[in-house]
């Protein structure tokens, strides 16, 4: 067994050792490493091809037409374009965005932009385990509103969404819908030609590809209009300019065939370690599972309180544990996760909560370690504290 042990695949995961072996070629003298849009020559032709048929391996996996994937640098940029491209494109004067109080950081400080700008931005308010009600959703559509965000699964509590409510509400209204997937595409079942989404993010290092490389897809019909954030070769449709890089996008297309065909096998190895996880640790009594019941929460991702510690401290514990007191966009801040303040928890309760994610290498073995050892760590912090008065 490797130490440390990691359970922290929300926040990124090793890439698959058959994504590795298939970026190799596109790197060096020997290989394909020729610039995609070079198609004057053989060696760029070659590249092209490579391109396309991993583009096509993406939108397979969401049932898309591969013509809707564009190419990004990752899911950040992707919500960035989805958000901004959409309001840009519509004038920046009195248009109206709907979201959450718990979107990653790359919708809500994107949001937070489109407000510096002048435009408005309605923050929805989770239930108690983090659902966004669909009739929410269409409360807060006014005439102005020309898009609503809302992400598939929630990279901290693991809440899995209704979009497919909540776009039947957006077509409702004739509003744009926008769906940040980055920790739910390839964890969860997603159909786009049946579910009413106008753009989704996706990211390559969430389903074991490389960093670096994310896509978003832009419905075709009806079409979606949005503007450029990069500027540019006109790469990507007009949408994203910038030199392709051959062996991210390779690495991500593989990274996306692998889980289309292992989806409901990864599905249940994550969802069973995550209860023998569970289990585990409840022995020790007082943990409490933050967000939905399991049949409204991704397999593989555990947010678990502890009563009587602070998570901070029990860190230092864990050398031989990769675990983190919430996302890694934030984690950085000392503040109480925002994501678990949203949904009503206290302070306390908030300071006192670990983020703990499995995957597809996760083993029996490294959960039995992690058990003993979050444990002790648990256990030693409870002795220390303080006996009320």
Same mark, same amino acid.
């Given at each position: ?40 020559? %053989? ?15 993406? $939108? $397979? ?54 407000? %510096? ?20 959703? $269409? ?20 809440v899995i969404e209704d979009i497919a409510a909540i776009g039947a509400v957006c077509r409702e209204h004739g509003v744009l819908f926008h769906v940040d997937a ?13 579910v009413p989404v106008d753009l989704m993010s996706f990211s390559g290092h969430k389903l074991y590809g490389p960093k670096g490389i994310g896509a978003l897809y ?49 599905? *249940? ?23 939905? *019941? ?33 996302? %890694? ?61």
């Open positions: 067994m490797r130490l440390p042990v990691y359970l922290d695949y929300a926040a990124t995961t090793p890439a698959d050792p058959a994504v590795v072996e298939a970026m190799v070629p596109y790197l060096g003298l020997e290989g394909c490493f020729a610039n995609p849009a070079s198609i004057s020559h %053989a060696a760029g032709r070659t590249a092209r091809q490579a391109v396309e048929q991993a583009r096509s391996e993406i $939108a $397979a996996l969401v049932n898309a037409a591969p013509e809707e994937i564009v190419f990004t640098s990752g899911a950040t940029e992707s919500d960035n374009l989805a958000l901004k491209g959409v309001v840009h494109s519509r004038g920046m004067s009195g248009a109206h965005v709907v979201t959450s109080r718990i979107e990653h950081k790359a919708v809500l400080d994107a949001a937070r932009s489109i407000e %510096a700008d002048g435009g408005a931005v309605t923050y929805l308010r989770p239930e108690a385990d983090g659902r966004i009600p669909p009739e929410r959703v $269409a409360e807060a559509i006014r005439p102005e509103t020309v898009l609503v965000s809302i992400m598939l699964v929630n990279n901290e509590i693991g980055a920790q739910g595409a390839g964890k969860v079942p997603v159909d786009l030609a049946r832009v419905r075709r019909a009806p079409e979606v209009r949005l503007d450029a954030l990069v500027h540019g070769g006109g790469h990507e449709q007009g949408l994203r300019s910038g030199t392709l890089a051959t062996h991210q996008i390779v690495g991500m297309g593989k990274a996306f065939a692998i889980a289309r065909e292992r989806l409901a096998e990864d599905a *249940a190895h994550c969802g069973r370690l995550s209860a023998q996880l569970l289990e585990g640790l409840q022995r020790l009594g007082g943990v409490h599972v933050n967000g939905p *019941a399991a049949e409204h929460r991704a397999a593989h991702i555990l947010d678990l309180a502890f009563d009587g510690i602070v998570a901070d401290s029990l860190l230092y514990f864990l050398t031989d544990v990769a675990v983190s007191t919430g996302s %890694a966009c934030s984690s950085g801040s000392r503040a109480p996760s925002y994501v678990l303040k949203a949904i009503g928890l206290s302070d306390e309760r908030a300071r006192s909560s670990l983020r703990v994610s499995v995957g597809r290498f996760t083993t029996d073995e490294e959960i039995a370690f992690a058990v003993e050892h979050i444990g002790a760590g648990v256990e030693r912090l409870r002795a220390m504290a303080p006996s009320p008065a």
